[in-house]
């Protein structure tokens, strides 16, 4: 079996932050699970700021979205590392 490196906190649970509490309930109990496994926590789908302070005092270690940047295709993405 091979080892997790990291949990992906779903883009549903991040939606209703930090306004619905069963959402929060679920990031905190994600967090905590995390911390205990000693493997850290990604958030999909953050585009407002109140949903990444929100996550930052929950314990999450990082989040990706629209908030940092749209979507790319493949190949956008690829000439935009190549171009450092």
């Not at 929100?54 to 989040?63: P, Q, S, T, V």
């Amino acid at each position: 079996m091979g080892a997790v490196d990291a949990i992906k906190l779903d883009r549903a649970f991040v939606a209703g932050l930090p306004e619905d509490r069963h959402d929060l309930a679920i990031v905190h109990a994600v967090a905590a699970l995390a911390r205990t496994l000693g493997i850290e926590v990604v958030a999909e789908g953050v585009e407002h700021e109140r949903q990444c302070a929100c996550l930052r005092e929950c314990g999450i270690d990082g989040a990706q979205g629209y908030l940092f940047a749209p979507a790319l295709e493949a190949e956008t993405l690829r000439a935009r590392l190549a171009a450092g």
